[in-house]
């Protein structure tokens, strides 16, 4: 299994960025996958997940109405648009896949993570 996450950096306040991230090593189209955060000092936190079909997606409420999670099963691709950024957001963002019949919080491999920076 192999999780490469791009897309990260440094946005202001209000801001947005796309993150993505490309699975390899294992059916895609067959797993529910996930989006995983760390900010600094903090244990990893779930913020968004998505059915192995695409059509059910879910999301915690600090995120919730803000970021949009989504895949492309023909790329192998997970994505995370990010709208509306605030400092509280800065953190290491992760790609995770979840085992079947697993929560989407619940995850068995996670990728090495891409950097998010909200400031001013």
């Known amino acids: 299994v192999q999780l490469v996450e791009s897309g990260g950096g440094l946005a202001q306040p209000g801001g947005s960025l796309r993150l993505s991230c490309a699975a390899s090593g294992f059916t895609f189209s067959l797993y529910d996958m996930s989006w995983a955060r760390q900010a600094p000092g903090k244990g990893l936190e779930w913020v968004s997940g998505?059915?192995?079909?695409?059509?059910?997606?879910y999301y915690a409420d600090s995120v919730k109405g803000r970021f949009t999670i989504s895949r492309d099963n023909d790329k192998n691709m997970l994505y995370l648009q990010m709208n509306n950024l605030n400092p509280e957001d800065t953190a290491l963002y992760h790609c995770a896949k979840v085992p079947h019949g697993n929560r989407l919080s619940e995850f068995d491999f996670w990728g090495q993570g891409t950097q998010v920076t909200v400031s001013s």
């Open positions: 998505i059915y192995n079909d695409g059509r059910t997606t």
